[in-house]
């Protein structure tokens, strides 16, 4: 009788065992899919500039970060801390960055353990000296390190995603958007998004009207792009940083493209001076594509 019952213990306890280590595994399984599912581009703050999609960290470390004139460019136009994060934590999946009036924001489909990963092998060494603050809003938890000039570099994860920014208020926008769902989107960024080469490091694209894009004619006009978003796949070739994007073709404004490249190049150059930019235009299927890469001024 005893036996029997310690039997039924037994079996009790193996059946428990057994349900928590499903639950566990089937609780994790969740977590993966949530984080597998998330499409970083429906998270994207309003109102943005410029938006660059790192399809490949760890190549974009290796590659283009560790070069000092490429790293300088990257590091010109947004916090370096967040380079510090890509190259320090080569195992980051895809992530975005979006590029705003008020600052720029980082967004990567990371689980607590990936986290826990950045805070230790950059957060915790770059603001060391910091205690870090939390703040939990609606149902999210936000930390917030201290760091010079009265600053503050603020983060949360939330639903396999970690988003961080120095702007408390485009954190908490994009925080607002997570939980309503609530896309913004636009129909010219996803045809864009869809458009680009997923196999090349990266990819941006960027508000026509913030490059100044246009071509002087004869008569004393000016032929500009307007009111639309460009993009191109940035990659490297021969140890240069290269760009490969592309226009629909018009046969009306057949002889403006190629300058239209050069103003283009001459823009590129105008916002990073360590480069040469070198711009080819050709034309193919009712396309007009642009192909440039950068070669830095010292050599």
Known sequence: ???????????????????????????????????????????????????????????????????????????????????????????????????????????????????????????????????????????????????????????????????ASYSKKLLEEVAQIQRNRHSYLLPDQDRLRRSFDKNAPLNLMVQADSLDLYVALPDSTEWRIRNRWLGADLFMNENHLCYFGNLPYNATTDSLYAPLGDTLALRLEQAFPQFEVSNQTTQEEGRVFYTGCFTPTDQ
Do not use: C
């Open 1 to 163: 009788m005893k036996a029997d019952k310690r039997e039924i213990v037994t079996f009790v306890i193996a059946a428990l065992a057994t349900l928590v280590a499903v639950w566990f595994f089937l609780g994790k399984m969740q977590k993966e899919k949530e984080t597998v599912r998330t499409d970083l581009y429906t998270l994207v703050a309003p109102a943005s500039e410029a938006i660059l999609s790192v399809n490949r960290p760890a190549a974009f470390a290796k590659y283009i970060l560790s070069r000092k004139p490429e790293r300088d460019a990257f590091a010109s136009k947004m916090p370096d801390i967040y380079l510090s994060i890509i190259q320090n934590n080569r195992n980051l999946p895809w992530l975005l960055l979006s590029f705003h009036p008020q600052g720029v924001v980082l967004y990567a489909q990371a689980g607590n353990s990936l986290v826990s990963q950045i805070e230790k092998n950059t957060l915790q060494k770059t603001f060391g000296s910091f205690a870090p603050q939390k703040q939990k809003r609606d149902g999210i938890t936000f930390t917030y390190y201290p760091d010079a000039g009265n600053r503050f570099f603020g983060y949360y994860q939330h639903g396999g995603v970690w988003v």
